[in-house]
């Protein structure tokens, strides 16, 4: 790579090997060993928790998800297995990832990643919807000794995935929980430009040894975006956009070699500044850079939560926004000290925006006190918080020549059916055969109009359950349950989950209907 890391390492070489040096030269070249010094034992105590991990096709299955890639070997006398031990092993895709806690079981072992390195592999909880995968997943740590995984969760739109390790498989490969280091995630404020980073990774799966490789950076920038191709309603059905088009990553002066994405990004101090990833190249950011995921406050919610095995959720507003030019910002009646802003071009009926009284054409000058210089940064403020999070918009309403602050209380962003969301676990169980979510939770049973009822939606019905006898289907809305209003999913089992006895419901459509225990 060429950067500035390439001009001082050139700068390390010409100091300590130029015999005609000052004593300003000497104290710089000392300077220079003891840098090298701290990213050598950094480098040393994490190692050991970045593992390499290979996703491979077993023979005869459907191709590669992502890409054609070689063929995984065949050893002699096992013509339907892949031994990803054997030294001529090849892996179909590959990529990097990091030893985590379980937050419920300390003695228990995960591994953070990104979602696109681990995409149609095998899952820990494997519902039935979409068949057996064809496909394994191999991790590698850094004693050359591996085990299989499976994807415990994973949310496409931050590209961030946890794996599973089960402990049987850890023993077999002569490992336990407590031999594997975990590294400890914390939120920490967006890193300044000209930090410099320790890369680990798996370069072009020359890791199969399970000793990853090391490189260094500078952060070159921040709130870099990845950019991608605008979706239809109907594209949202098949897809769900990367949260990273708003404008969310790390941006380092280095091009990240094919296998790098999910290794971690350190200060030199060890600690975790983010995880690498290649998707922001391949939804069209140029090449020449390299790109991290932050570990800031709202990437750790998503990937705690996912160390849960739940679903990720983002926050939802209800508004239509649109981008806010400084000739355009000029043109209204009010004096703002910011360049750019948001309108808020339509505001839906019944969502979080129109409750807390935004209006359409409401200039959105600030979240929270923190500016908006346009629709993406709107988006970004909002989504990345999770649905019951409360926040404070200033606004500029041109009807009344006056500021207004409201505080909006968010909703659930509406999730497609086929996402590619994984979860092991659910938030609740199911409730007398039921399954619900925010009004807002799944984007087919939004309405055409976007108006939202103060209600829950049913996402899902048991056979032969007591919601199922009572004529209960999945797209109705409940609006109340005994008695009480219901508008989020926490409401709803505030309410029923200490009822033993027959509860009534009130639906959206009129009905009532009482459910048996």
């Not at 300077?31 to 050991?48: A, D, N, P």
């Not at 990004?265 to 190249?281: F, H, K, Y």
């Not at 086929?418 to 039921?434: E, L």
């Not at 209600?455 to 797209?475: K, L």
Request: overall charge positive; glycine content about 10%.
């Amino acid at each position: 790579m060429r950067s500035s890391v390439t001009t001082l390492a050139a700068l390390v070489i010409g100091l300590l090997t130029c015999s005609n040096v000052s004593a300003q030269d000497k104290s710089g070249a000392a300077g220079l060993l003891r840098l090298e010094r701290s990213l050598v034992e950094v480098t040393r105590r994490v190692e050991g928790s970045v593992v390499a991990i290979a996703r491979y096709r077993l023979p005869g299955s459907n191709a590669d998800p992502d890409r054609q890639g070689p063929p995984a070997p065949r050893q002699s006398g096992s013509a339907n297995s892949v031994d990803p031990n054997h030294p001529d092993f090849i892996p179909n895709e590959y990529g990097t990832g990091i030893v985590v806690s379980d937050p419920s079981d300390p003695t228990r072992r995960l591994v953070l990643t990104c979602f696109h390195v681990v995409r149609g592999g095998p899952l820990a909880r494997p519902s039935g919807a979409g068949g057996v995968s064809r496909q394994r997943l191999h991790v590698r740590f850094a004693n050359r000794r591996g085990c299989p995984a499976r994807i415990f969760a994973a949310d496409p739109r931050s590209d961030l995935a946890v794996l599973e390790l089960d402990p049987t498989d850890l023993k077999q490969a002569g490992l336990t929980p407590g031999s594997l280091k975990p590294l400890a995630i914390t939120a920490s404020p967006t890193p300044r430009k000209g930090r410099f980073v320790l890369l680990l990774g798996n370069p072009f799966a020359i890791a199969r040894d399970g000793s990853a490789s090391v490189g260094w950076a500078l952060i070159s920038n921040t709130r870099r975006q990845a950019l991608s191709r605008p979706r239809t309603r109907e594209g949202l059905q098949r897809a769900v956009g990367s949260i990273h088009r708003l404008g969310t990553l790390l941006q380092l002066d280095t091009r990240l070699k094919h296998g790098t994405s999910g290794g971690p990004v350190l200060d030199l101090d060890g600690r975790l500044l983010g995880l690498t990833t290649s998707i922001a190249p391949r939804d069209g950011i140029e090449t020449s850079a390299g790109f991290a995921i932050p570990f800031d406050k709202p990437f750790v919610r998503i990937i705690d939560t996912l160390r849960k095995g739940l679903e990720v959720e983002y926050g939802f507003l209800g508004v239509q926004p649109e981008d806010v030019s400084t000739a355009q910002l000029n043109g209204y009646n009010g004096s703002f000290e910011q360049p750019r802003a948001a309108r808020a071009a339509r505001v839906f009926r019944g969502s979080p925006a129109q409750r807390a009284g935004i209006r359409s054409g409401d200039l959105i000058l600030a979240v929270d006190k923190h500016p908006v210089l346009g629709r993406y940064e709107l988006m970004r403020q909002v989504e990345l918080v999770g649905p019951g999070g409360r926040l404070t918009l200033d606004l500029w309403r041109e009807t009344t020549r006056r500021r207004v602050r409201v505080s909006v209380t968010l909703g659930k962003w509406p999730l497609p059916d086929r996402s590619g969301m994984i979860a092991s676990k659910q938030r609740h169980p199911k409730w007398r055969g039921i399954e619900i979510d925010y009004p807002t939770g799944r984007l087919r049973f939004v309405p055409d109009s976007f108006e939202f009822p103060r209600a829950v939606v049913v996402t899902s019905v048991q056979p032969g359950s007591p919601a199922d006898e009572a004529g209960i289907e999945a797209g109705d809305f409940i609006e109340t349950v005994a008695g009480r209003r219901a508008e989020t999913p926490a409401e709803f089992f505030k309410t029923v989950d200490s009822r033993r006895d027959s509860v009534s419901l009130k639906l959206l459509d009129g009905r009532r209907v009482t459910l048996k225990p």
